[in-house]
């Protein structure tokens, strides 16, 4: 018997919180701060022990943040065989997890992906103070339906513009603040409401084109492998591997929606995996899976403690991990 193809997944910002470093601190994944720090001149493991919820809500510390405990993730899962009896054949992230997703695929060092995350976060930041942007959650409507209020918010003027299609019934708007809140009062017109997101700019969208533009220079100094495991891009849900223009990719995610919907059917409609497992902080995304494919066995590895109960015999077809809570 073949054994069962699976996918890795990692999350991005917003599953940042206080104090997220600390159950990894006795591990051999710890390492990799120092490395990360090295490479971006910044104090990582303060970020990860002892930042407070308000300073990682700044955008280039969370992005660090949540960079490195992905990769702290991958790292301590790969060496515990978590996957030993499986193949990977694909990686994805939602946004920023995306280069995590490009780390763990061999597609890029982890000192070159720490950098272009120090760009980016930092670019993100300065291009939100340039515009008063926000992002909101609309919750209970088809995308078509969402598109359409969109669509008519735009031809009203209002700049706004679906920025995360997550899973179904959960589609993230990002624009002016104007924008985003002629959308909220039409959404009970399509049987949704609207969420707001507390951010401090309008990702995933036109406006964030400043910071594009910054990534771009960085990316130029970046090389890329030629060959890796594939992974799924948020621009266009594809799997990309051999010859694969990463740089374009990473770039237009800045200014696109994230698919990750349709990255999520990629993985297990088009590349045939049977297991998703999500490795960072929280549990986010494992969630959305199970709304876009309930079927799938998808595990969490958000702590050392999560990890050790995968190991144990624990672990249902659900994907649901039985009486762990790290």
């Known amino acids: 018997m073949n054994p069962e193809p699976i996918a890795l997944l990692f999350p991005g910002q917003g599953t940042q919180k206080q104090g997220m470093g600390e159950p990894w601190r006795d591990t051999g994944a710890w390492s990799l701060v120092e490395q990360v720090s090295e490479r971006v001149g910044e104090d990582v493991a303060e970020l990860l022990l002892h930042a407070d919820g308000e300073l990682l809500r700044r955008t280039d510390l969370a992005q660090l943040a949540v960079f490195t405990v992905d990769v702290m993730a991958h790292d ?22 995306e280069f995590a997703a490009l780390v763990a ?18 670019a993100m930041r300065e291009a939100a103070e340039l515009f008063d942007g926000t992002m909101g959650v609309l919750v209970g409507a088809p995308l078509p339906a969402v598109e ?12 706004v513009w ?19 809140a002629a959308a909220a009062a039409e959404a009970p017109g399509i049987g949704a409401k609207l969420i707001a997101v507390p951010v401090g700019g309008a990702f995933h969208s036109p406006l964030m084109a400043p910071a594009a ?114």
């Open 76 to 97: 301590e899962a790969r060496r515990s065989g978590l996957w030993s009896d499986a193949p990977v054949v694909a990686c994805a992230g939602h946004s920023l997890g």
């Open 105 to 122: 695929a061999g597609a890029l060092g982890l000192a070159d992906a720490a950098g272009l995350v120090a760009v980016r976060g930092r």
């Open 148 to 159: 359409a209020l969109v669509a008519d918010a735009q031809a009203a003027g209002h700049r």
């Open 162 to 180: 679906v920025a995360n299609v997550n899973a179904p019934g959960q589609v993230v708007l990002s624009g002016s603040v104007d924008g985003v």
């Open 213 to 326: 533009s910054r990534l771009r220079a960085a990316l130029a100094g970046v090389a890329f492998a030629g060959r890796h495991t594939p992974v799924v891009a948020n621009v266009d849900a594809r799997p990309h591997a051999a010859g694969a223009d990463w740089p374009v990719l990473t770039e237009r995610q800045l200014v696109s929606p994230v698919l990750w919907e349709a990255g999520v059917r990629t993985l297990v409609d088009g590349l045939g995996c049977t297991r998703l497992i999500e490795l960072g902080p929280g549990r986010t995304l494992a969630g959305m899976v199970r709304r876009i494919a309930p079927a799938v066995e998808v595990l969490s590895v958000d702590s050392p403690a999560a990890l050790g109960a995968l190991a144990a015999p624990a672990v249902g077809r659900s994907g649901r991990v039985e009486g762990v809570r790290g």
